[in-house]
Nanobody, 124 residues
Framework: QVQLVESGGELVQAGGSLRLSCAVSGRPFGVYVMGWFRQAPGKEREFVAASGRGGASTHYGDAVKDRFTISRDNAKNTVDLQMNSLKSEDTAVYYC?????????????????WGQGTQVTVSP
């Protein structure tokens, strides 16, 4: 049974930065593609970023490209999301997710394991 636990969400001013972290336990960390999603009130869960198993391959949603950076540490079983130049529209609950699919997509149905989420609030 894999467990994902997020941390780091808080209230931050627009233009500021925040770093989220996700600790993963269970099966060997290297089998998972790791990702971050977010969900704002009344909206669908949205793909934010993903990191391939080795960490060299990364993918980003259009809304966060060039502002957010995903990174993973396979020795520590963690995946982080560095968020810069935050905007009020980045306000959401951020979820860490994992998949074992070889060919995965940005749809939440491709991601099998989820954390409980951490709230990020960006004030104008």
């Amino acid at each position: 049974q894999v467990q994902l636990v997020e941390s780091g969400g808080e209230l931050v001013q627009a233009g500021g930065s925040l770093r989220l972290s996700c600790a993963v336990s269970g099966r060997p960390f290297g089998v998972y593609v790791m990702g971050w999603f977010r969900q704002a009130p009344g909206k669908e869960r949205e793909f934010v970023a993903a990191s391939g198993r080795g960490g060299a391959s990364t993918h980003y949603g259009d809304a966060v490209k060039d502002r957010f950076t995903i990174s993973r540490d396979n020795a520590k079983n963690t995946v982080d999301l560095q968020m810069n130049s935050l905007k009020s529209e980045d306000t959401a609950v951020y979820y860490c997710a994992a998949t074992t699919l070889e060919f995965w997509g940005t749809n939440r149905n491709d991601w099998y394991y989820w954390g409980q989420g951490t709230q990020v609030t960006v004030s104008p």
